[in-house]
């Protein structure tokens, strides 16, 4: 005799209302908001409706509808709905809608939608969709989809889509799509898109795009389009895909790969300027946030706002203005609003505003820009620069 409780709305729910066969251990019912506790034994399986929250021991399976809570042991099976939150053992599955939170220990296989957050331990796999957080530890496996966040140890395998950001250990191997950012130790493989950050250690291998940014260690091997910049150790080597070039990169010398098509490249110096498309453009690393400050106060003259906007995002970030979209513009704008605003509450409070909308955003940040004190600006503000945009007449008439 199993002895168990199933309560709706802190009262136990009628039997009428549920099936319990002894033998298979079987619960089902269509009820929903429930709380069910069966904590005396395992290989329970359960059908219910939505908004319910489980007790079980280990090797239980769950059937479920949206928006429920399961605190269980390990061996389980989940296949639910969204927004549903678990904190169990090891070795479970999860077949799982979207916004669903995940706690659980090592060798559990994941396949769910959108906008989940994990929290694992070690051989886990994941298949998922886009918009999903994953802290875990090693040996894990995922296939993700856009704007996901990584956060892993060693010997991890990554089929992602674009947006994503990746911070692991060893032994790993990325196969992403563009706009990616990774933080990884050594011995990984990395095959991606464009306009990609690496900061690895050494003896890593990369495929990547065109307006990538590497930063590694040594022995190091690099297959890539042009618009690439490299500040690497020692034994490293440059495969040009669309010109036939090989280059040895020196320890310690930072460079910046020539346009499309055209060989060689451009030493890059931390006092000196590149040159891109015949403008020339001090390096990343001198602060060229600044040139958003100056815009706002009105040092550029302003002809299309938004393509204003994306030369200036496109000099801080290292990216051809053409690939700039309204969405990098509102990113880089907010965070610097948002050190000037007093608290989390005024930030969400700033973008909550009843006349906000996407149309005003850009102006309202600028005029939060526009009046900040020179002295309350954590960088320099310097000189503008006419070789990014026209210089205001007002200002520079000379």
Known sequence: MYSFSVTKNGKELDSSLYTWDEETRNFSTKESNLVLNFNNGPYYTFNTG?????NTGPYCAFNT?????????PYCAFNTGSDCTFNT?????FNTGSDCTFDTGSYCTFNTESD???NTESDCTFDTESDCVFDTVSDCTFKAGSNCTFNTESDCTFKAGSDCTFDTGSYCTFNTGSECTFKAVSYCIFDTGDNCTFNTESDCTFKAGLNCTFDTGDNCTFKTGSDCTFNTGSKCVIIRNDVFEVITLEEGKKIKLNDWEEKGYTEVKDTKTISIDGKNFMDKNTNDIRHLY??????????NKIDDLKIIVGVISWVYPEFIIEKDIHIWLLKEVYKYLCTEDDFISFLNDDMFNKKDLIDRCLSVLKFQRISDIDIELGKP???IL???DEYYND
Request: glycine share 10%; charged share 15%; with cysteine.
């Open 294 to 303: 100056l815009y706002a106060k009105g040092h550029y003259e302003r002809s």
């Open 385 to 387: 620069d006419p070789n």
């Open 116 to 118: 989940c957050a994990f």
């Open 50 to 54: 939505s908004y319910c929250t489980f």
């Open 65 to 73: 509808g949206l928006d429920c809570i399961f605190n269980t042991g």
């Open 390 to 392: 026209p210089l205001n």
């Open 89 to 93: 053992g090891s070795d479970c599955t």
